[in-house]
């Protein structure tokens, strides 16, 4: 492996060097139009700073969705040569390491220079379950995962008004079922009233999806902040800190929550026929959608309240929020 000058001038990082720079000019160029956006919008002075902060503010990085490698040490089988300073891989066990996402193969030390550019393979994504969130949409180039999509779009079809709407479990081996049509189909999965007829399977797989999460969609990093947000006595404050908190989650991650936020907004908009107001919901997702760090049952049953607040905070507010 030769020293850190040569990335600059061969091989992979030639590349990775002109993508960054294509990527960098792109986003000034969006940040100049958002900047003309905010002037047209300071007129706007009787809402409050708040709704002003998320009227105009646009933070580029939710649609761009950058993924570190997933890079593990690895034997490789005849001669190879490094994909980032483009020289041998000596030795004759563990040479490098192997990005499991993308299949990208390194020197371990070049590994420490490579961008968060993965792209991860198809055929290298065995599930959809249980697999990373930014991992999978970046796999199938998604906003959101297509477990979201295509659930939130047969509920909304078809069970806004169901009593108890996901309060009321369906039966686990249905939703099991659901699970292993996704891992096996993808998006080609059949959950229509025709295979399953009852409404609370397809919310169970929902959520199943998101408990699954190795990463929760509130993911650990912003737990303990999420945690004292909730905290906050005045109702405004609160709102102004829960807005910045959102704003340190990854693209994929903010984007989901952001889509799963306005379809609970419509659940609790059928509440007379469903009997689900932002208080249940809460209750319900909270713990779904957010996990403390460490595994232990007494911070969780400390912790219910705040997350079930910091749901309904996010159902009520999201047309402000996001």
Known sequence: MTTNPIYEHIGYATLLREKVSRRLSRSKNESRKTNVTNEEHTAVEKISSLVRRAALTHNDNHFNYEKTHNFKVHTFRGPHWCEYCANFMWGLIAQGVRCSDCGLNVHKQCSKHVPNDCQPDLKRIKKVYCCDLT????????????????????????????????????????????????????????????????????????????????????????????????????????????????????????????????????????????????????????????????????????????????????????????
């Open 135 to 322: 991992t999978l949409v970046k796999a199938h180039n998604t906003q959101r995962p297509m477990v979201v999509d295509i659930c939130i779009r047969e509920i909304e079809a078809r069970g806004l008004k169901s009593e108890g709407l996901y309060r009321v479990s369906g039966f686990t081996e249905h939703i099991e079922d659901v699970k292993m049509a996704f891992d096996r189909d993808g998006e080609k999965a059949d959950i229509s009233a025709n295979i399953y007829p009852d409404i609370n399977i397809i919310t169970g797989a929902l959520k199943l999806y998101f408990r699954d999460l190795p990463i929760p969609v509130i993911t650990y990093d912003t737990y303990s902040k999420f945690i004292e947000v909730a905290k906050i006595s005045n109702a405004d404050e609160r709102l102004e800190a829960v807005h910045e908190v959102l704003m340190l989650l990854p693209p994929a991650h903010y984007e989901t929550l952001r889509y799963l936020m306005i379809h609970l907004k419509k659940v609790t908009m059928n509440e007379k026929d469903n009997f689900m107001n932002a208080e249940n919901l809460g209750i319900v997702f909270g713990p779904t959608l957010m996990r403390p760090p460490e595994d232990s049952t007494l911070t969780t049953l400390h912790d219910m309240r705040y997350q079930k607040l910091i749901v309904q905070i996010l159902i009520e507010n999201e047309d402000v929020l996001f």
